[in-house]
């Protein structure tokens, strides 16, 4: 191994943290704004507190968790039992580093370009979905391994939710393939950059972008489809038996889930890093118009960050029939639907794309 | 630096298929199964084919895997007893497979060795989503067909032999529901 590999495996390993970091600290923060809002929505003030406007609240989350007694159940799996919440992270953290933040930045006054994306991968659309369905299995485990009838219920609800809803999810991710004729996630914001940054995906798959919202609503078990964890039948779910830092860990697996599912979102059909006249104000290639792109990106998720956080102080939940039946005969038609409707788009007009 | 990480995935994978036959809770035996297949996905990334990688976790870690799984915890499998006994005759037979297989390994081994065919590198494109999409629905179009019939036959053969078994309840009673 020669010095430059050396080099560019720290460099990854650094952008890779760094990544980490920022998504952290935006996850941390989204669980206060959730407080917030929640509270805003049902008429009263939510943590406060702590720092000025409550600020400081995540972490004193944090503290109280790590410094909690954390209770293993007697008759539990051991193994299975410490296994799950390190997979449900980890799945979580993983698919972080194919998605593109924003076009290459040229950092001012010297030469260096730097790629606002960790990994280029051919099938960048593919490993997000593989790493996705490997996160079942955390909750599934957890569900099995404490022992408890509740968590496994729990577990077993959220196995088959899951399963049923990646099948429209994933479906409604094949127009937008379709559309962009590549899996990479780059490319795929690449091409919808025309029309002064507003060519997105949503205007040619409008049904795909709808299906895809309320799948990955439920493939992140939120309200209204948080029958996983249905306090009033449930107790909480598969996580009934985990305290302390283990359970903060799956409390943070479901809030970066929130976060991949709407960079996913922004990504496949809101142009990605694209704002519209960007391009035209500051020019393809210089450090604003990096910024200002980078800066959209984020807002953008932010949006359907707020959207997951208004649905909670908004709608009920479902039954688990109603769930299941909802799922496969009404989600599944529209979503083959949508591919028809977008292939024939594609196949009539083929000079549009 | 890439024979550290073959070694890396190769260890695991078959460190995990051992586990997959040795241990005696199924569960356990599953878990180390879908190991097996993301250690095998991690050999075909570094091999140069990321779709295969990435349909080899989606298709097998991330749906056949959480069936099984489910169907384990649904049934609540005990752990298996120690019935040895009855499949003692099998051993023999085993070592003996085991035996041609490693010997079939060996000589592929040895006559990779002594071919002259140049290895493909890793930067090809063969095994890229393009290159595998327009070899499916051109050159191998029939099989593909052929394959997603077969698919569908075992979907419907399932559908009938559980409803016939009364496993999915007669057709009223579905309706009723």
Redesign the interface.
């Known amino acids: 191994m020669d010095s430059q590999t050396a080099i560019d495996i720290a460099l990854k390993f650094a952008a890779i943290s760094v990544a980490f970091v920022v998504v952290l600290l935006v996850v941390a923060y989204t669980v206060l704004a959730e407080r917030r809002i929640l509270g805003f929505i049902q008429g009263r003030l939510g943590p406060n507190r702590v720092g000025p406007g409550g600020l400081l609240q995540p972490f004193a989350d944090l503290l109280k968790f790590i410094l909690k007694e954390d209770i293993v159940p007697d008759k539990s799996t051991r193994f299975i039992y410490f296994l799950a919440p390190v997979i449900t992270t980890m799945a979580a953290l993983m698919t972080m580093i194919v998605y593109p933040f924003g076009p290459e930045i040229r950092i001012p006054f010297t030469n260096t370009v730097i790629p606002l994306v960790i990994a280029h991968f051919d099938v960048g659309l593919l490993y997000v979905l593989g790493i996705t369905s490997v996160g079942v299995y955390g909750i599934m485990l957890a569900g099995w391994s404490s022992n408890n009838k509740y968590s496994l219920m729990g577990g077993l609800r959220s196995s088959a939710q899951m399963i049923s809803y990646e099948l429209a999810l994933g479906l409604s991710l094949i127009g937008v393939i379709l559309l962009a004729g590549t899996l990479d996630l780059a490319q795929i914001v690449e091409r919808q950059s025309g029309w002064h940054g507003f060519r997105w995906f949503i205007f040619f798959h409008p049904l795909g972008f709808i299906i895809y919202m309320i799948a990955a609503i439920a493939e992140t078990n939120r309200v209204p489809f948080d029958l996983p964890e249905a306090e009033t039948e449930l107790v909480a779910g598969f996580h009934t038996e985990y305290s302390a830092m283990k359970f903060a860990l799956f409390f943070l697996a479901e809030y970066i889930n929130m976060f991949t599912v709407s960079m996913l979102a922004t990504t496949l059909f809101l142009g990605g890093w694209n704002v519209p006249f960007a391009e035209d104000i500051f020019g393809r290639g210089t450090f604003l118009f990096g910024l200002v792109s980078a800066i959209g990106f984020l807002l953008k998720v932010i949006f359907f960050l707020f959207l997951y956080i208004w649905l909670r102080g908004t709608l009920p939940r479902f039954r688990f029939d109603q769930l299941m039946s909802f799922g496969w005969k009404i989600l599944l038609p529209f979503a083959l639907l949508s591919i028809f409707l977008t292939s024939t788009l594609i196949f009539l007009f083929p000079n549009l794309f | 630096?890439l024979v550290l990480l073959f070694i890396l995935f190769g260890a695991m994978a078959i460190g995990c298929a051992l586990a997959v036959v040795a241990q005696r809770n199924p569960?356990y035996s599953a878990?180390s199964l879908?190991g097996v297949f993301?250690s095998l996905?991690c050999l075909y990334v570094m091999l140069a084919a990321?779709?295969i990688?990435?349909?080899q976790?989606?298709v097998y870690?991330?749906?056949i895997m959480?069936?099984v799984?489910?169907v384990i915890?649904?049934l609540n499998v005990e752990e298996e007893e120690h019935r040895r006994s009855r499949l003692r005759f099998l051993v023999p037979a085993a070592v003996a497979l085991a035996a041609v297989l490693i010997a079939e390994v060996a000589f592929i081994l040895v006559s990779v060795q002594e071919s002259r065919v140049v290895p493909t590198s890793s930067a090809s494109d063969v095994g890229?989503?393009?290159s595998i999409g327009a070899a499916l629905f051109t050159r191998y179009l029939l099989p593909f067909e052929i394959t997603s019939i077969l698919l569908l036959m075992a979907i419907v053969g399932a559908m009938t032999l559980a409803r016939r078994s009364g496993l999915l309840g007669s057709r009223d009673q579905l309706k009723r529901d």
Do not use: N, R
Request: hydrophobic share 85%; no cysteine; glycine share 4%.
């Open positions: 630096m569960l878990i879908i993301i996905a990321p779709f990688a990435a349909v976790v989606i870690a991330g749906a959480v069936l799984v489910f915890m649904l890229l989503t393009q």
